[in-house]
């Protein structure tokens, strides 16, 4: 089922999200939406929050050649063990804040640990866009978004630019 994604300023997307005690079918369920909704998008990646669902659940696939197959990826409780003192800018987005986009700077390369959707445990290094976007949806499971790295005046211009798209969107 596809999921309407909250618009920012939202104080759901602020809110720091709670770790999954148990991979639940309800939990597996909740990352298949994730990712129907995700791809519908579409985006490279989503966190629960984005959805009004403050757990720690994150969806990714950001194979960048369409000729490549996918790699749709499901992670429960995602923890950065490791990052690059080397950082990488990248011009990110976010579907919370569509169409609007600034480069942020951040560690190059990550290590993470989570948990499957089987409940295993697994660990991954990511380069790249793959690294950017891991990196962009922890911080959605703490209440941080990719605005929250550029200068004030910046961040409220964009703030102010959602308030009115979400104006529109309610009069439509
Ligand atoms: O979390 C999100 O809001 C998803 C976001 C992830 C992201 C994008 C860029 C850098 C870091 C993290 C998006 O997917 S925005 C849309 C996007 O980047 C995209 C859409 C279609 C094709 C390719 C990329
Ligand atoms: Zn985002």
Redesign the pocket.
């Given at each position: 089922m596809i999921r309407p994604?909250l618009i920012h300023p939202d104080p759901r997307l602020k809110k720091l999200a709670d770790p999954v005690a148990d991979v639940t079918d309800e939990i597996r369920a909740l990352a298949s939406d994730m990712l129907e909704t995700?791809y519908d998008?579409?985006?490279?990646?989503?966190?629960a929050p984005?959805i009004g669902i403050s757990r720690r659940v994150?969806v990714?696939d950001?194979v960048?050649d369409k000729a490549d197959p996918p790699r749709p990826m499901v992670l429960i409780n995602p923890e950065i063990v490791w990052s690059s003192e080397e950082l990488s800018v990248?011009?990110?987005?976010?579907?919370?804040?569509p169409e609007q986009?600034a480069d942020?700077e951040r560690p190059a390369e990550v290590r993470v640990r989570w948990i499957t959707p089987e409940g295993g445990a697994a660990e991954e290094h990511f380069t790249g866009?793959w690294a950017?976007?891991v990196?962009?949806?922890i911080d959605?499971l703490n209440g941080k978004l990719?605005i929250d790295y550029l200068k004030p005046l910046k961040r409220q211009m964009i703030t102010r630019r959602m308030e009115k798209l979400k104006r529109e969107r309610a009069r439509a």
């Open positions: 994604i995700m998008a579409p985006g490279i990646g989503l966190a984005q994150i990714m950001a960048k990248y011009e990110e987005g976010c579907l919370s804040i986009y942020v866009l950017t976007c990196q962009h949806e959605h990719f």
